[in-house]
């Protein structure tokens, strides 16, 4: 699986330990910026980055970090076939992908410490949709909400 990350200063550090993790997990990461620490740097250059290479599919998986997580959530969702969240538990990291086909994780920087944050990207990366009958009629949905909204 091919995951790609980015984050803003809210993130940076935070994205450099989960680079590490991930590739301890035994997976591709490709960090897709920034690559330095800049405090005048903005959510929405470094994830935008990130919500491309997941709409065009070039990977399967996204991380996005900020302080919160939520304006990085805000700006991925502007993309054609992204459907991110901002989760700060191990249930929902894991159940957004489970039930809602969820391919881009946003976390906050500033809220949740690094061992969390470590189980967190854990349970998104290991998660698969579960094509039960009822989440695919979900999906489906979805798809149709953004055919709608996206041409």
Do not use: W
Request: charged content about 30%; aromatic content about 6%; some cysteine.
């Amino acid at each position: 699986m091919k995951i790609c990350i980015s984050a803003d200063h809210g993130g940076f550090e935070l994205k450099n330990l989960l680079i590490k993790h991930i590739k301890v997990l035994g997976f591709e990461v490709v960090d897709l910026g920034a690559k330095i620490n800049d405090p005048e740097d903005d959510y929405p250059d470094t994830t935008e980055v990130v919500a491309k290479s997941i709409s065009d599919k070039t990977y399967e998986k996204g991380i996005v970090l900020c302080g919160s997580g939520v304006g990085a959530s805000v700006v991925a969702n502007k993309f054609k076939n992204v459907r991110a969240a901002t989760c700060h538990d191990l249930y929902s990291a894991a159940q957004g992908v489970e039930h809602d086909d969820m391919n881009v994780l946003c976390l906050g920087g500033r809220i949740i410490s690094e061992g969390l944050a470590k189980d967190i990207v854990k349970e998104f990366i290991n998660a698969k949709f579960d094509p039960q009958e009822r989440f695919e009629r979900r999906k489906k949905k979805i798809e149709k909400i953004e055919k709608q909204n996206f041409n």
